[in-house]
């Protein structure tokens, strides 16, 4: 018997449900819910999506026809809407004194100090780009500002040939995601097929973050990662650089990274932004301060 769920991927298209595009969906099917509700939602839809054929996901294959054209071209950040100057993010110097960035290469990186903005923006943009990012359930906290998610309404983004959709990883969140793509498996096991065979939940941390990786990065879009190196040992950082580097050089997959690892860093013909200057510059790989405190590190020891 045909689902609701299944009649919406149907109606909706065969990719976007699977990143939380709102393109394809009725405004009223996204903004009925509370935010509780909706998170589950959009987890149904995207686990489910799965579920279809392989042939039926559009999946590429390392060698496409695809333009090597960026996804994403550019991004400004318009100052004369800030809502505020004197709460977070909107304080943030980095961020106040930045104009624009611009991506000229498959894969771009963010990095920087705890604390300077990289993971601030990175959601933002995630944000303004209409890609959604998966939470978790939401909890009650002590303190928080109100213009915490509110960044990207200051973003103006430039495309290159229109909006594709994509998806956001964090290693924080992964752990509520497996655990839902485990709940379905139960009742669907072939739900795992996508995700290398193996129950996500039953693997380590660092194993079912790659299975996820090797599966969801065929597709075409562009893919944000926030810090996945604390979930990796160096070899399995390795490991996802060698994924990066075939998936981008493919044509199909564009990567947006925040990220302290000097491993991540090194992707080949990566666009290094370093977040330790008073505005958001590019440089280059062996100038950063990670790749520097590493290498005196292993000269000299501590």
């Not at 992707?267 to 005196?296: L, M, W």
Request: with cysteine.
């Amino acid at each position: 018997m045909e689902t609701d769920v299944n009649r919406k991927i149907k109606g909706y298209g065969k990719i976007k449900p699977l990143f939380g595009s709102r393109s394809g969906v009725d405004r009223e099917d996204w903004f009925r819910f509370n935010s509780c509700k909706k998170q589950l939602t959009l987890s149904i839809i995207f686990i489910r999506a799965f579920q279809l054929n392989g042939d039926e996901l559009d999946r590429q294959p390392a060698a496409t026809h695809w333009s090597p054209l960026m996804h994403l071209k550019s991004v400004r950040i318009a100052h004369d809407r800030f809502p505020t100057t004197e709460a977070y993010p909107f304080n943030l110097p980095i961020i106040q004194h930045t104009a624009a960035i611009d991506f000229p290469s498959p894969v771009t990186v963010f990095t920087g100090e705890n604390g300077t903005g990289k993971s601030t923006l990175l959601k933002a943009l995630c944000r303004r780009c209409n890609i959604h990012i998966w939470e978790g359930m939401h909890r009650a906290r002590y303190k928080a500002s109100r213009y915490e998610n509110l960044l990207h309404l200051s973003l103006d983004i430039v495309w290159a040939d229109g909006a594709v959709p994509g998806s956001f990883f964090s290693p924080e969140l992964f752990r509520n995601f497996s655990q839902l793509v485990d709940e379905w498996a139960a009742g669907s096991p072939g739900l795992l097929t996508y995700f290398g065979g193996q129950s996500l939940v039953t693997q380590s941390h660092g194993q079912s973050c790659m299975a996820y990786f090797q599966s969801i990065y065929q597709v075409k879009g562009l893919h944000f990662l926030d810090e996945p190196e604390a979930a990796l040992s160096p070899k399995t950082q390795l490991r996802l650089l060698d994924v990066l580097s075939a998936m981008s050089a493919a044509g199909h997959a564009q990567f947006i990274i925040s990220t302290h690892s000097p491993i991540l860093m090194s992707c080949p013909g990566a666009s290094v932004y370093d977040f330790n200057q008073p505005t958001i510059a590019r440089t280059a790989y062996e100038k950063t301060r990670h790749y520097k405190i590493y290498k005196e590190f292993f000269s000299h020891g501590a």
